[in-house]
């Protein structure tokens, strides 16, 4: 294995930090410094003092997962931060999230079936490494006015009501060290899984979510294109390097293998695996996750064995998913990024909490700096920052076991998809997500959406469980293509300033997501038999769904409030058609 530094020029601040700070970062990855140079932005009088403990520049395709942006993040990234020109010039165009579902053995890629952009679309997007982005951040942030200190470690944190200390260990060219006591008002732990303030302070929380993961870089890269000749297959992505740019999902039973291209020329390979199908031992050393590449993933691995000498570095982590009693707290401290929570990669939704905790944070410090009283706010965000947590888990527990189910992961996806563009999207992109008079005003639109998903995961579940993938279907679907699901992403193009409008947006928005709930459920029903589903004209409340009729009655199925088949077909044309694959087979090869 090897590994290269990133050519960016690398700044360091010299000599010892001041005695104190508005703000103390711990941690300068991802997290930390993305929020130092937010608090900069914000309030340039800010003072801001960033400890990272490694010394010197990043390596280049840097050793961390969160390579991956959708559409709030790279927002976050390129216009709150002002990072376009370097994401534009420095890093990899992402072509959106692309999925390639099993079929009889995954030997041929040509015969599985592909969800997928086949040109460049909606918002831009990037793939990130890691170690490039990071470089450019520190440089940005000194250049902002960040004491931003690389080779500085913290011994130890005092946290008070009126204020924190944090001893640190400062490393100088010489190979020598310092030790210097800082004080600040406000206190952010950005260490990620060091966990700094998590544990001293007792806020651990397991996650549900028992999944593993490990992964891998490799040197000069690879092009799922070239998986296969075939011309036709290549057809369908009509745009050059339209695959390879994508954050490609290959999926079976039990796990997902992701490839992601990065700028510097390698490319990051990682199987995320519930251990119920895949035990941990199975990927958690080099050749234990080659041997199980092999047997799952032989088109892959055929690539990699070839290439053995360019394996870069391997890694691998144990139940990966974590929660956090809180996140914000009224002594003006806080956890952002890894240092909180972590969900799952699947969707690459890491970057965004750290764009929504980051943003919740410097509306709490520069309101508090600016002298108004933030206690409220605090725990707002608090809330709010939790809940959406727990709203992403759901999309994730239990559910690998669906992953190798086309017939049931294709409403999935299109579901949660919509769900992001509609709702969330719509919030971050158009600046609301701090914005509470706002936020009140559409507070029950989201919750119906709340409600919406949590009959919907569930039902992904029984569903797979009372029809096992008996066929393995191919055949290829454009996401700007899926009804409703592509309008969504090309709506986030263009900013709404007019709050009204917006609202007005959001709303439809939820009120389009019942009529496409309804069409799963109705999708879902067929594994029903005929005499024990709703009459066709029946008026579906789907915040009542499931596929336990026993309970329908109870639950509220049917209301006047509902929505029939046919007029959630005729909000959405072409879906139901989508949901079923029947529209799979004329997109098998775009024109």
């Not at 890491?350 to 706010?377: H, K, M, W």
């Not at 579901?415 to 509609?422: G, I, M, R, S, T």
């Amino acid at each position: 294995m090897n590994s290269r530094h990133s050519m960016v020029r690398f700044p360091r601040v010299d000599g010892a930090p001041d005695a104190r700070y508005d703000v103390v970062i711990m941690g300068g990855g991802l997290a930390g410094l993305t929020l130092g140079l937010q608090l900069k932005n914000a309030r340039p009088s800010t003072s801001v003092m960033v400890a990272e403990k490694r010394s010197g520049p990043a390596p280049s395709a840097a050793f961390k997962v969160g390579e991956s942006t959708v559409e709030q993040s790279a927002h976050y990234f390129a216009d709150v931060l002002g990072m376009r020109d370097h994401m534009e010039k420095a890093q990899h165009p992402k072509s959106g999230l692309r999925y390639f579902w099993p079929s009889n053995g995954n030997t041929d890629i040509t015969a599985r079936l592909e969800w997928g952009p086949a040109e460049f679309a909606g918002p831009s997007q990037f793939q990130l490494d890691r170690g490039l982005f990071e470089n450019e951040l520190m440089r940005r942030n000194i250049l902002a006015g960040v004491h931003a200190f690389d080779g500085c470690r913290v011994l130890d944190v005092s946290v008070g009501d009126d204020g924190h200390t944090i001893t640190v260990s400062r490393e100088d060219e010489l190979g020598g060290a310092e030790e210097a006591t800082v004080s600040c008002r406000w206190l952010i732990d950005a260490t990620g899984r060091a966990f700094t303030l998590k544990r001293k302070l007792g806020l651990e929380k397991n996650s549900p979510h028992k999944v593993n993961s490990a992964w891998l870089r490799l040197a000069g890269g690879l092009d799922i294109s070239d998986f296969s000749d075939d011309p036709a297959w290549r057809a369908r992505a009509r745009a050059p390097r339209v695959r390879v740019s994508s954050t490609n999902h290959l999926l079976g039973e039990g796990y997902w293998v992701w490839l992601i291209s990065l700028a510097s020329g390698p490319i990051s390979i990682g199987i995320v695996a519930d251990p119920r199908f895949h035990p941990y031992e199975q990927i958690n050393t080099l050749e234990a996750a080659l041997d199980w590449l092999r047997e799952h993933e032989p088109q892959l691995f055929e690539v990699i064995d070839r290439r053995r000498d360019d394996i870069e570095d391997f890694l691998k982590v144990e139940h990966f998913s974590y929660g956090c009693e809180r996140v914000y707290s009224p002594q003006r401290w806080c956890l952002t990024g890894e240092a909180g929570t972590f969900s799952d990669p699947f969707y690459s939704p890491g970057s965004d909490f750290i764009a929504i905790a980051n943003t919740f944070i410097n509306d709490l410090v520069t309101r508090d700096l600016d002298g108004e009283d933030v206690s409220g706010l605090i725990e707002g965000y608090n809330a709010q920052y939790l809940l959406l947590f727990e709203a992403f888990l759901k999309l994730y527990v239990d559910q690998y076991q669906v992953f190798g189910n086309p017939r049931v992961m294709v409403s999935k996806v299109a579901w949660e998809h919509a769900l992001y563009w509609a709702i969330g999207a719509v919030r971050f992109l158009n600046g609301k997500l701090t914005d509470l008079e706002w936020t009140v005003g559409v507070a029950p639109a989201l919750q119906t959406v709340l409600q919406l998903n949590d009959r919907i995961e569930p039902l992904f579940i029984r569903w797979h469980e009372l029809l096992p993938p008996s066929d393995q279907p191919s055949g290829y679907l454009s996401t700007t293509e899926v009804p409703l699901v592509g309008e969504l992403q090309r709506s986030l193009e263009t900013p709404v300033t007019d709050d009204e409008a917006l609202t007005q947006i959001l709303l439809d928005n939820a009120h389009k997501l019942r009529a496409f709930a309804v069409l799963v459920f109705g999708e879902a029903l067929k594994v029903l038999p005929a005499d024990q589903r709703p009459a066709d004209d029946a008026r579906i409340r789907p915040e009542a769904m499931s596929l336990d009729p026993g309970c329908w009655e109870e639950d509220g199925l049917i209301g006047e409030d509902g929505i029939t088949l046919a007029e959630a077909r005729e909000r959405i044309p072409g879906l139901d058609r989508l949901l079923s694959l029947e529209a799979v087979s004329m997109a098998q090869a775009p024109a």
